[in-house]
């Protein structure tokens, strides 16, 4: 016996099931007609009409001008709408604030980065100045919001709540989606920064479907993507690379552990062991702005830099071998600062991989770097709303998120 | 337009996924009567009797004697048939060879070990001992086979090929599942130990989703559980833990690395450093053996070896610290030598993962040991065949490899 009720909630997961289905054509390859889209989808003409009027209707797809061919009606190719809902990413890190918008394709339609060392701020005025960016960044953008994640350096947790930051004072424990809901009317989730990176990452490299991404900055962390998805880890705590002991008794770690990784080939140490301290208070500003003191010093054939970046690149080496030869993953992508020391880290680093791995006879391991800099983090966590709206074909809550952001 | 082949073709497919899911109601729980199992599944009393009676026939199901209940007819329990077909499971290790027999209901049906110096043997001499071995297991259970997987230390691909077995000369690249497949006429796959002994551990803890098993013997590997299923990494290589760096200027190692984990808590290294070096060579007969020197002297109170225990405890710790910082497993489960001697690496274990997981503090790791013993490895390769056996639900196809194999 099926109740109406048991029927009608039968019939909308079908429609659910068929918009997800025309949605995902539409995205995996523009321009398709709705003709195109039947013969791919093996649903009728009709159910892709229909689909489709209510995808328009929800503003996520949208009919570019019709292909007129040497005969019969002219076909109307439908794309994924780029003035649709959009993603907004926000990011605090230890020594700025960011945030960006990437609209339904997938591309980035604001951003803007401010130097903030949030280690002497309280996580509300931090939060202020996030959030005030991010409000600035979705007015320029001119697009509704979706949704927004917030990424942030340290422990989130499958319910997405922060729960250590060891870089931060104050933060564990933070509920910081609550402030940005309210001034967005959005669905707001967090984020660990590292797995935010990893998922932007996996975006401009679908082909490769196992990955860790490392990411340095001031704290080092790690994102890992597994048969083409990230692992969070059954708690969400994967992925703490940079709390991996190197030396028992090595220096003490912002962890309150001792001789983690994070203490040898940290943004501080690098910056240290290069004869650069200065740089950590002075180049704020702007994400990357170490990097930048580095890259200059290395171009410039500074032996004391050259010598830190080997030394930081053996290390790292030695360090990755040990997670390799557990996860068997193939491929390592040197995110964040390193991905802009790329040039002298990659070399060491394969060295001691090809010292260490076990299957390096067999499967060697490679270091790529990553193609998207320093805002990596924030982008791939505006990318992660579009993933959850295109995923879910659902018309956007925040549909008119645009005054209110403003 | 649906042709008559592909209709037979769907209408084949709806009876695998009937007899599949009539399978593993009955796996799940035993006893139920044809009427609970059409409750259970949704699927008509007809449907349930009719698959009963296939894999009855199949040989996979067996009734019991009827419940008289207080009116109409009885009800006729159904159990999986432990004469049914068996799993056969075969480990070559470095220093025994052993078999085991496990039946439908995961029962161990038959077992025997033969200390075996392999290092010194051709892989050829150690299959033919192994499979010899096999053979009178298998005719003692007086079981029909369904198929066989074979654990070794070393790495198998995804494929199944061994690819590298550091501790074994001369059998990279080696086909050892042609000999078994010969001798028992069925389908022979081959297995890396540790994830052979992951499987019987989640076998025996169903409750734990999220486990790494440390596995300690001549070789240390680990076998990785994640979400309730054996993780054997992209290429099937991961769980080398014995591989990890621990002083990158250490020690050289099998593998050609230096200082791996292996060469300072691996079986030899713990004789070694507890002052018992003969017994690697006199206690070779059956797996186990160097535990049970360890274990004596341990248990007497020898200082010598309860400071080697401390020392290899610590080491572990702060190397299993690096990989939960990274995978964010919640639970370590020691298995081989180290279930053995767990009483006295617990602790240090435990003591530097409290030191040294970032997680600590939020969401502790456990240490716990096996209680399946040296066993392990060989039980978890008969009960992956029996796992296949389920899933499939197909009738084996040794049937008769009763008489082939003895």
Redesign the interface.
């Known amino acids: 016996v099926t109740s109406g009720a048991e029927a009608s909630a039968s019939q909308q997961a079908v429609r659910r099931h068929n918009r997800n289905l025309v949605l995902r054509a539409i995205a995996a390859e523009p321009r398709r007609s709705r003709a195109q889209l039947a013969e791919h989808t093996g649903l009728t003409k009709a159910t892709v009409s229909s689909v489709a009027d209510e995808l328009i209707g929800a503003g996520l797809v949208a009919e570019l001008d019709a292909d007129r061919g040497a005969r019969g009606r002219p076909a109307v190719p439908l794309v994924l709408n780029p003035d649709g809902p959009s993603g907004l990413g926000i990011e605090v890190n230890v020594d700025y604030v960011s945030a960006c918008v990437v609209d339904l394709t997938g591309t980035v339609r604001g951003y803007a980065a401010v130097g903030s060392d949030n280690r002497t701020l309280t996580p509300g005025r931090v939060l202020r100045r996030a959030t005030d960016l991010a409000a600035r960044v979705v007015a320029q953008s001119g697009l509704p919001v979706a949704g927004a994640v917030i990424a942030v350096p340290g422990?989130v947790?499958t319910g997405g709540t922060v729960?250590?930051v060891?870089n931060l004072p104050g933060w564990d424990g933070l509920d910081c989606a609550r402030r940005v809901r309210a001034r967005f009317g959005v669905a707001t989730r967090v984020e660990n920064e590292a797995n935010a990176a990893a998922v932007a990452e996996l975006r401009s490299r679908p082909e490769l479907?196992?990955f860790l991404l490392v990411s340095g900055e001031i704290g080092v962390g790690?994102g890992?993507v597994?048969?083409g998805r990230p692992f969070?880890?059954?708690?969400?705590?994967?992925?703490?690379?940079g709390?991996?002991?190197v030396d028992?008794a090595g220096p003490e770690c912002g962890?309150g552990?001792c001789g983690?990784l994070e203490q040898y080939v940290g943004q501080e140490a690098l910056l240290n062991a290069a004869g650069l301290p200065g740089v950590a208070s002075t180049q704020i500003g702007a994400p990357g702005g170490a990097a930048g003191a580095l890259l200059a010093a290395a171009a410039r054939g500074d032996q004391r830099t050259l010598g830190a970046l080997a030394d930081a690149g053996?290390t790292l080496g030695?360090?990755l071998?040990?997670?390799l030869?557990?996860?068997?993953?193939?491929t390592v992508v040197l995110g964040g600062l390193y991905a802009r020391l790329a040039p002298w880290l990659q070399g060491p680093i394969g060295e001691?991989l090809q010292?260490?791995?076990?299957?390096r006879?067999?499967?060697p391991a490679s270091v790529i770097a990553s193609a998207l800099g320093p805002d990596s983090a924030v982008i791939g966590a505006a990318v992660s709303v579009i993933d959850e709206v295109l995923s879910d074909a659902l018309p956007p809550a925040g549909a008119d998120s645009r005054q209110a952001g403003a």
């Open positions: 422990l947790d729960r250590r060891p479907a196992d790690a890992l597994l048969s969070r880890g059954p708690r969400g705590f994967s992925g703490e690379l709390h991996v002991p028992p962890c552990a983690c053996r030695v360090t071998a040990g997670v030869n557990v996860l068997d993953v193939p001691e010292r260490r791995t076990i299957t006879a067999i499967a």
